[in-house]
């Protein structure tokens, strides 16, 4: 049996169809490519209880996954991450049926491990010798690190105001490094003019290679399997370049036709901050893509994206599922990061906390009725965001006593 079924790529805007085994970037349209799959022979060549006996990482699924040899696979062990109950913070919240899947502990901390293993993967099977990408900073330090570990090169710009944590990681994993005065899209014009100068580099950035969306989709085909083959109600993502929830979305489409789940799929809820909410707007106006953010700042800094590749990918999945777009202020996000974190013991990144802020919102509104399966994606781990805790504690003297 192959190790891969994939098919084919596919133009997420014409539907044009692209060969798979040689190294892509965008579309002839200028859109992003989507990874396709013989779901009929997947069907056939395994099951969802076959799938449960293997080892818990995100290789599970590796007949919808791009890499066509296991001897390619590039991996830190990425993926089963938990799906926790949050009892406590959902009484407060009025939901009997809250949930938390903790991106937090996957390796580099943060989800954007699971779009580096794949990617990273399936570049290094197709021959290419390093990287380069733009970033926020998490997906840069996931992806530097993961061409270390595959023996390839890479070159990472990201804004200077990124978290100094992952500079550090790309520093430590031998990256080439660029802070860069301005914002993600500012980094990612010099990364496309250096790399045409670099033979053998691959120009990685968000949705402009197709296997990143691969690697993030496996978090639905966890979610689905953790819950026991069926889906949740509702799920909340915090949305900057909106890769996740593109990756969720055709996850639960692949399950529903693969036949592994059934029923409606669950109201996908994209969540901004209001210093970077350009999704958000163009679901207030029934909007098919959005339109640039002006002056985008917020504390949750991997969600300020201005104007993403994919914004009517994440907008489609939006509209299809019945789901909403929301944005919270910092003031809301950290608060939710800090409640949560006091209630059920977990720090939360800060586009974690947005997610939690929207929460609130949303049940307060009544759009959740409090009885739902509501899971929250939290995309990282707190201690990457150490200054969004004030530390503002008493300093004792040996000779002091505690009161």
Not at 1 to 12: A, I, K, T
Not at 266 to 276: D, I, M, Y
Not at 397 to 403: Q, V
Request: aromatic fraction near 6%; charged fraction near 20%.
């Amino acid at each position: 049996m192959p190790y891969s079924f994939l098919s084919h790529l596919e133009c997420s805007r014409t539907g044009d169809r692209l060969d798979a085994d040689t190294v892509q970037g965008l579309s002839p349209a200028g859109a992003p490519l989507l990874a396709r799959y013989d779901l009929d022979g997947v069907r056939e060549a395994v099951t969802p209880k076959e799938i449960a006996g293997r080892e818990p990482t995100l290789w599970r699924y590796h007949e919808v996954l791009p890499v066509r040899s296991p001897e390619h696979v590039v991996s830190l062990g990425e993926g089963m991450t938990p799906l926790l109950r949050l009892p406590r913070y959902g009484r407060e919240l009025g939901l009997s049926r809250l949930w938390m899947k903790d991106e937090g502990l996957v390796p580099t901390g943060t989800f954007k491990a699971r779009g580096a293993a794949v990617g990273v993967s399936r570049a290094a099977e197709l021959g290419v010798r390093g990287i380069a990408m733009p970033t926020n900073g998490n997906a840069g330090a996931a992806w530097a690190l993961y061409a270390a570990r595959a023996g390839l090169s890479s070159l990472i710009a990201m804004p200077d105001d990124a978290p100094p944590i992952t500079m550090r990681e790309c520093v430590a994993a031998g990256a080439e490094l660029y802070r860069v005065d301005g914002l993600i899209g500012d980094a990612g014009k010099l990364v496309a003019s250096a790399v045409p100068r670099r033979p053998g580099v691959q120009d990685v950035s968000t949705l402009k290679e197709p296997y990143r969306i691969e690697g993030k989709k496996t978090m639905g085909y966890e979610i689905a399997e953790q819950f026991g083959w069926r889906l949740p109600d509702v799920i909340l993502y915090p949305t900057g370049g909106g890769v996740g929830i593109i990756g969720i979305y055709k996850a639960l489409l692949e399950l529903r036709e693969l036949g592994w789940v059934s029923g409606p799929l669950p109201r996908l809820v994209a969540v901004q901050a209001t210093g970077c909410a350009p999704i958000v707007t163009a679901f207030s106006r029934g909007a098919r893509e959005s339109e640039p953010f002006p002056d985008a700042r917020t504390v949750a800094f991997g969600i300020t994206v201005p104007k993403a590749l994919g914004d009517f990918l994440v907008l489609d999945a939006v509209y299809a599922t019945g789901g909403a777009a929301v944005a919270v202020t910092d003031e809301e996000l950290l608060a939710a990061q800090r409640e949560l974190t006091e209630r059920e013991g977990t720090f939360v990144c800060p586009e974690g906390g947005a997610c939690f802020a929207a929460l609130r919102q949303l049940r307060e509104s009544g759009w959740l009725g409090g009885d739902e399966d509501v899971v929250v994606l939290n995309t990282g781990a707190g201690i990457k965001y150490p200054e969004t805790v004030p530390l503002d504690v008493p300093l004792l003297a040996k000779t002091d006593a505690i009161p």
